[in-house]
C-alpha cells in the first residue's frame, strides 16, 4: 500500500546531458514536504528539474506500507535561465533558491546519484546532526516529541529538559525518525505538519 506514491524525479530524460551554459543549475528550497509538488508544478512548464527519491517499506500491523522519499529532503534541484527561475518561483512552493557557484561539481554529483539509482543501489540519506541540534521525532512510538540531540556513550539520543528544574532525561531513537526543528525570529517552533506531496 503506497503512503507517498513514485513521481516523476527527473525531467526531460535527458536532463543531464543538458549544456551547462543554456541550463545552469539551481537549487530550490522548498517549504515542508513540497517537494513533490514543486516537481508537479515544473513538468508542464517544462522547467527540467530533478528529484530523486529513494523507496522505503515499513510493516505495521502485518501489513507493508511502501513510500518514495525525497533522497534530499526540502531540495529540488532545477535548471535554466531566468525564465525557468521566475516560472519555479511563481509556484510560492520555494522558501528560497541556492545559487551554484561550482555548476560543474553539481552535475558531476548528480549524475554520481542518478547513475547509483540506475543502477538500482538502494540509497540512503545521511543526515549529519550535532549534539545541541532541535529535532523532532517523525513516526513511531515517540512522534511529535521535541528536544536536542545528546551524545551519550558514543549513541545518539534526544534529549528533553525541563527548563525550570534544569534537568533532562533522554531516549534512543533511530536516526531515520528524525527531522530538524525550525525556529521563528521569536524563538518558537514553526508547525512542520504542511499538507504530504
Do not use: C
Not at 503512503?3 to 543554456?22: A, H, M, R, Y
Amino acid at each position: 500500500m503506497p503512503l507517498l506514491k513514485w513521481s516523476v524525479d527527473l525531467f526531460p530524460p535527458n536532463l543531464l546531458d543538458l549544456p551547462g551554459e543554456e541550463f545552469p543549475w539551481s537549487v530550490a528550497h522548498v517549504r515542508s514536504r513540497q517537494e513533490k509538488a514543486l516537481a508537479r508544478y515544473l513538468l508542464p512548464l517544462d522547467v527540467p528539474f530533478y528529484l530523486p527519491q529513494r523507496k522505503r517499506q515499513v510493516r505495521r500491523a502485518g501489513r507493508t506500507f511502501v513510500s518514495f522519499l525525497p533522497l534530499f529532503p526540502g531540495y529540488v534541484f532545477f535548471r535554466g535561465l531566468d525564465r525557468q527561475r521566475r516560472a519555479a518561483l511563481r509556484s510560492n512552493l520555494i522558501v528560497r533558491v541556492l545559487n551554484v557557484r561550482d555548476q560543474e561539481l553539481l552535475d558531476q554529483e548528480l549524475v554520481q546519484i542518478r547513475r547509483l539509482q540506475e543502477a538500482g543501489v538502494d540509497l540512503a540519506p545521511i543526515v549529519n546532526y550535532l549534539p545541541g541540534d532541535p529535532v523532532r521525532i517523525t513516526e513511531g512510538p515517540f512522534k511529535g516529541y521535541t528536544g536536542v540531540i545528546g551524545r551519550f556513550q558514543g549513541r545518539s539520543r534526544l534529549v528533553i529538559s525541563i527548563s525550570i528544574l534544569r534537568q533532562s532525561v533522554s531516549v534512543e531513537f533511530e536516526r531515520d525518525v528524525v527531522a530538524p526543528v525550525r525556529w521563528d525570529s521569536a524563538n518558537r517552533q514553526i508547525n512542520q505538519s504542511a499538507a504530504v506531496s
